[in-house]
């Protein structure tokens, strides 16, 4: 193995943003997130300083990036400012899915870039989640245009995005292979949105958007009819491992502040830190954590070579979830009345830990993922 840690460009970028995190993020975050709506500015912020154009194209404003390097840029946002940290990620998609509408790209492309427009993918149905290939929402082609129908639930971003990638199916025999992508303006009419209050990730808000017969132009369809699924799930791959690392951001930073309090704050004549019934169960903490950020940052590696990597990018979103909220619960609990009071960010961590368990695919969908990969097609359901 030639190395096994960030090069000097990596890691002078993971300076850069720490900066810019502290000085520009940081001040008034906790004033923004009890206001509940990502605030503009914060936005343009943020694509100022080139986070919103990582892998677009230069013509569109965008520039050249590793997947490591997006993982940086996404695990330091998340540490500082953990709303922000969902903006890097819909221009990667919005440029894969934009790949053969060049007329699309270059209408939307600089003003995603710019943070002058949000999008939001909209696939979840009211009957549909894991199972994605069986949703209903239907697109009918009429003449020039399609004819949208159906309904989207928990649509992140959806309240506030400029624009939607609807999946719909266009073939209702062909299963996954009759979904197709479509870029569907929320302005349109026949769109309708509303909030979908969650326990977490409020800022950026999640929408049921629903679609009464809308209209759109046929050079709206993104790709090829019938390939939106796969081109989307393809994405997936990517996302897995960045979910992952937001998640274990919030579990960096909650470990952090569990371990300067359980040093500070005495019980019985000394520090808690001092007991190994709190000593030890830092020590395995930091442990996962660090084994998840590996695994993490190793499926970007893979994906920077070329090489095969659904798997490890299934196992980045099942376990970095899952002991980012083991570890903000410890730190919760560490800090005893104080660590559940609201004065603490810890138990809003914690509820924006356990929305990645279930975002861009639960636990059980990963493990199949992994058995596929590992077994083989024949040993999943
Ligand atoms: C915070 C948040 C943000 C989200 N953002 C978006 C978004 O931007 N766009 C979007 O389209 N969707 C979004 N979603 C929806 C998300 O993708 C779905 O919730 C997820 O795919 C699971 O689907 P479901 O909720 O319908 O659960 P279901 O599919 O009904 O599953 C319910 C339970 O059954 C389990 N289960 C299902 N199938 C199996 C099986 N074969 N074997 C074993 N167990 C199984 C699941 O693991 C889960 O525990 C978001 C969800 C959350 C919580």
Aim: with cysteine; hydrophobic share 45%.
């Amino acid at each position: 193995m030639a190395g096994f840690g960030f090069s000097e460009e990596q890691e002078m970028f993971r300076r850069e943003v720490r900066n810019f995190v502290q000085k520009e993020l940081i001040p008034g975050a906790k004033e923004r997130a009890k206001q509940g709506v990502l605030n503009k500015d914060i936005i343009k912020k943020v694509a100022g300083m080139g986070l919103m154009g990582l892998r677009v194209p230069e013509k569109y404003g965008g520039q050249a990036a590793d997947w490591i390097t997006v993982g940086i840029a996404i695990e330091e946002l998340a540490k500082g400012d953990f709303i922000t940290s969902f903006l890097p990620t819909e221009p990667i998609l919005c440029n894969y899915l934009f790949e053969n509408n060049k007329a699309i790209a270059e209408e939307w492309l600089p003003a995603i870039v710019k943070g002058d427009k949000l999008f939001c993918l909209a696939l979840t149905e009211a009957e549909v989640g894991s199972d994605a290939a069986n949703i209903k929402t239907r697109a009918v082609k009429d003449g020039d245009s399609y004819i949208l129908s159906g309904e989207k639930l928990s649509i992140s971003f959806g309240p506030i995005a400029d624009a939607a990638i609807v999946f719909a199916k266009t073939d209702l025999k062909a299963g996954f292979r009759g979904i197709s992508a479509f870029l569907l303006p929320l302005n349109h009419p026949g769109v309708s949105r509303s909030l979908m209050p969650m326990m977490g990730w409020r800022p950026i808000g999640q929408a049921i958007i629903t679609l009464d017969n809308v209209r759109i132009p046929k050079k709206h369809l993104l790709g090829e009819e019938g390939k939106g699924f796969i081109s989307v799930m393809k994405q997936f791959d990517f996302t897995r491992p960045t979910l992952a690392l937001q998640a274990l951001a919030l579990a960096e930073v909650s470990l952090e502040e569990a371990i300067k309090y359980t040093q500070q704050r005495h019980a019985f004549g000394q520090p808690l830190a001092k007991y190994e019934g709190i000593s030890f169960k830092i020590a395995e903490d930091y442990t996962n954590v660090e084994a998840a950020r590996l695994l993490s940052y190793r499926a970007l590696w893979l994906r920077d070579q070329g090489l095969p990597h659904a798997k490890e990018s299934a196992m980045c979103k099942w376990f970095g979830p899952k002991v980012a909220v083991r570890v903000v619960h410890d730190a919760l609990l560490m800090h005893g009345h104080v660590g559940y009071s609201e004065e603490y960010p810890l138990q809003q961590r914690l509820k924006e830990a356990i929305g990645f368990e279930i975002a861009d695919g639960t636990a059980e969908i990963m493990k199949l993922i992994i058995v596929r990969e590992i077994l083989g097609k024949e040993y999943v359901p």
